[in-house]
């Protein structure tokens, strides 16, 4: 492998601008993140692709907002624009746990340390290069900016807060994955059309001041919804906004979106059709270094970086359209795949770096096994507003055959120098129980959950049900735990006849909409029954952008308008969880005297027998105690999760 030069990453200062001989920049990226120039990070994805436009481009990453905002000002203004993202987290995850307490590591900064992104970083950066450079225009974007493009419920102030367009003073707003609009921007500043004439690009959103003419467009309708201010006064207002912003989101054909914020209107673009595999493909085919910038290296390593530094990352996008999941709000409901030569030649490029050992860490995407799927027929998927393809019941137009999705994995494993691949991502089991998925070949399924099970796993196959209550399941858009019960013979059935001794791990989570102690306390009662034991478990944590959000901050459905009852405060929140340890001395008291309160004595007897019984853990699958980070964003789980087994701890 060819030795890397300095210049081989996109330069973050002026003595890297120096080395390739160039006097000024057109574009100037600022992130929260540090720089790693890998196609898993949004920064270099976007500072790779304006490069290959022929663009003078340069990265700041992480600037310091406590000093003299040197950092702001060190490169001068760019030709074109600059461009500002929080980095591939909320700040505001990154930064606090379900608790509002400070974390004490940030994954996205080296060594894991803290207090080199701030608060709201988009709008505080962005804030800072409008006041030092008044002329030249800032187009923000990435998850912060997407997830925050309209009135928000904004759970760390408590506050329901504006478009981050009002907040941040920035001029153009970007939405989900920003390659197809980012295009069409350069394209147009290129041709001489100066940036505050552009405001009819797909997947933007730009504030037009009083009086300023909306633009035209003739293959758009509009719709209008309720205003800043009047959400602020009437939280069904807010809730009965989210289903308009949910469906347009969602649509091909979407509609244009105004919101009034005082005297200056918001209006969001349309959203771009899906990339196409070529589009994707390019994204992954630019020359990154798949390394930090060497600035990084006497700072320690970066912790998320080191989760992916060997993994593979095959598709963007979900169907799922969980209701506490950001996801297809970013990336979309449709599934853009890459093709299997895009994925093989990645392959081939990481087991050919000098320290790969023959493990590849993940192949997959935001839900492991949903690569290649989409509509039967296209023309019923162009006029659908459904938020989910597979919830309340998988799409009949929907084509989830697994097939290419083992034959990928299959080929990825026959290479060379790959010992074994892992799937790392999260795996949609629902979707592998025949009895669910009506419409796919059994033999196919049986096929995917043996080929995962022999092959690429290492003792555990995480999946998540999410919950134990149809009502609580059913607003979360996730199927009955009915079919957790199905996926499980059949994880079992494989695990004996292979002689596999895998744990399947469940996830779960706390303090959901609609959830009430009840439904905690059959929780606990179901999965105890079952050989689980959960040690540290997942709270629900309101994220902007989410159904669960709106009914947290609201208390109305967006979609139905209907009161659900949602825990809010500290104690209730403590309450519920307190039931997935119902193993630990210092619940049992507590648990006997609610359960008694509630008249159940039936779970009562099943969490806590009088009797000392010899309580075994879930077999065939082996030890089940498991743990995994509490208030980790849900997109993010995957990366985050840490398990546990006792015959490690003995």
């Known amino acids: 492998m060819q030795e890397l030069q300095l210049s081989d990453w996109l330069p973050t200062t002026n003595k890297e601008v120096k080395i390739r001989g160039w006097e000024a920049l057109d574009v100037i990226l600022f992130s929260g993140d540090a720089y790693v120039d890998h196609p898993t990070f949004g920064p270099a994805v976007i500072g790779r692709m304006l490069e290959s436009f022929g663009l003078r481009v340069a990265i700041v990453p992480q600037p310091n907002v406590n000093d003299n905002l040197q950092d702001f000002v060190k490169l001068g203004a760019p030709?074109?624009?600059?461009?500002?993202?929080?980095?591939?987290?909320?700040?505001?995850?990154?930064?606090?746990?379900?608790?509002?307490?400070?974390?004490?590591?940030?994954?996205?900064?080296?060594?894991?340390?803290?207090?080199?992104?701030?608060?709201y970083a988009t709008t505080v950066y962005s804030k800072i290069l409008k006041e030092k450079w008044p002329d030249t225009p800032v187009l923000i974007g990435g998850i912060e900016a997407s997830l925050r493009r309209v009135t928000h419920y904004d759970y760390w102030s408590d506050k329901l807060l504006p478009s981050i367009l009002e907040?941040?003073?920035?001029?153009?707003?970007?939405?989900?994955?920003?390659?197809?609009?980012?295009?069409?921007?350069?394209?147009?500043?290129?041709?001489?059309?100066?940036?505050?004439?552009?405001?009819?690009?797909?997947?933007?959103?730009?504030?037009?001041?009083?009086?300023?003419?909306?633009?035209?467009?003739?293959?758009?309708?509009?719709?209008?919804?309720?205003?800043?201010?009047?959400?602020?006064?009437?939280?069904?207002?807010?809730?009965?906004?989210?289903?308009?912003?949910?469906?347009?989101?969602?649509?091909?054909?979407?509609?244009?979106?105004?919101?009034?914020?005082?005297?200056?209107?918001?209006?969001?673009?349309?959203?771009?059709?899906?990339?196409?595999?070529?589009?994707?493909?390019?994204?992954?085919?630019?020359?990154?270094?798949?390394?930090?910038?060497?600035?990084?290296?006497?700072?320690?390593?970066?912790?998320?970086?080191?989760m992916i530094k060997f993994s593979i990352n095959i598709h963007r996008g979900c169907f799922g359209g969980c209701s506490f999941c950001t996801i297809s709000a970013h990336q979309g409901k449709f599934i853009a795949s890459r093709s299997k030569e895009s994925i093989l030649k990645e392959v081939d490029t990481v087991a050919n770096m000098p320290d790969f050992k023959g493990y590849l860490s993940d192949i997959g995407g935001p839900s492991a096994n949903m690569y290649q799927m989409k509509g039967k027929v296209q023309s019923i998927c162009d006029k659908c507003v459904a938020p989910s393809c597979i919830s309340p019941v998988i799409c009949s137009n929907l084509d989830t055959s697994h097939k290419p999705l083992t034959e990928l994995y299959q080929a990825v494993d026959s290479h060379p120098k790959?010992?074994?691949?892992?799937?790392?991502?999260?795996?949609?089991?629902?979707?592998?129980?025949?009895?669910?998925?009506?419409?796919?070949?059994?033999?196919?399924?049986?096929?995917?959950?043996?080929?995962?099970?022999?092959?690429?796993?290492?003792?555990?196959?995480?999946?998540?049900?999410?919950?134990?209550?149809?009502?609580?399941?059913?607003?979360?858009?996730?199927?009955?735990?009915?079919?957790?019960?199905?996926?499980?013979?059949?994880?079992?059935?494989?695990?004996?006849?292979?002689?596999?001794?895998?744990?399947?791990?469940?996830?779960?989570?706390?303090?959901?909409?609609?959830?009430?102690?009840?439904?905690?306390?059959?929780?606990?009662?179901?999965?105890?029954?079952?050989?689980?034991?959960?040690?540290?478990v997942q709270g629900f944590t309101p994220t902007p952008m989410t159904v669960a959000t709106v009914i947290y901050y609201s208390g109305y459905h967006p979609y139905t308008l209907k009161k659900v009852n949602t825990p809010i405060t500290r104690k209730e929140k403590d309450e519920q969880h307190r039931f997935?340890?119902?193993?630990?001395?210092?619940?049992?008291?507590?648990?006997?005297?609610?359960?008694?309160?509630?008249?159940?004595?039936?779970?009562?007897?099943?969490?806590?027998?009088?009797?000392?019984?010899?309580?075994r853990k879930n077999t065939p699958t082996g030890d089940a105690k498991h743990t995994f980070d509490d208030a980790v964003p849900f997109n993010k789980r995957k990366n985050k999760a840490k398990f546990k087994s006792k015959k490690k701890r003995r």
């Open 418 to 536: 790959v010992k074994k691949s892992f799937i790392g991502s999260g795996i949609r089991h629902d979707m592998l129980v025949p009895e669910f998925n009506k419409n796919a070949d059994p033999k196919e399924l049986d096929d995917y959950t043996e080929e995962v099970m022999t092959k690429h796993v290492s003792g555990r196959l995480k999946v998540a049900p999410e919950h134990t209550s149809d009502p609580v399941l059913k607003l979360m858009r996730k199927p009955s735990f009915s079919y957790f019960h199905k996926f499980k013979e059949r994880f079992d059935k494989i695990n004996i006849a292979k002689g596999l001794k895998l744990q399947l791990i469940p996830y779960f989570i706390s303090n959901h909409p609609a959830c009430e102690v009840e439904d905690m306390a059959n929780l606990a009662a179901e999965t105890k029954d079952m050989g689980f034991q959960l040690e540290q």
């Open 167 to 306: 907040t941040s003073k920035a001029d153009m707003l970007v939405y989900g994955m920003g390659e197809q609009p980012l295009r069409e921007v350069v394209r147009l500043l290129e041709r001489g059309v100066p940036f505050s004439s552009i405001n009819t690009v797909l997947q933007t959103a730009v504030l037009l001041k009083e009086g300023e003419k909306i633009p035209k467009n003739s293959n758009w309708e509009d719709v209008e919804i309720a205003s800043h201010e009047v959400c602020l006064k009437d939280k069904k207002k807010y809730a009965s906004n989210f289903k308009v912003i949910e469906q347009e989101s969602n649509k091909l054909a979407a509609r244009r979106i105004f919101q009034k914020i005082g005297d200056k209107t918001l209006m969001i673009n349309p959203p771009y059709p899906t990339m196409t595999e070529s589009e994707i493909d390019a994204s992954f085919d630019y020359p990154y270094t798949r390394l930090p910038h060497p600035k990084y290296n006497k700072r320690g390593p970066i912790p998320a970086f080191e």
């Open 580 to 615: 997935f340890f119902w193993y630990k001395d210092e619940n049992k008291d507590w648990i006997k005297k609610t359960l008694n309160k509630l008249g159940r004595q039936d779970l009562l007897k099943v969490l806590l027998p009088e009797k000392t019984e010899k309580w």
């Open 79 to 119: 030709k074109l624009f600059f461009g500002v993202t929080g980095g591939c987290m909320d700040p505001m995850i990154s930064n606090y746990n379900a608790n509002k307490k400070r974390r004490d590591k940030d994954a996205y900064t080296p060594n894991g340390d803290i207090g080199f992104r701030p608060d």
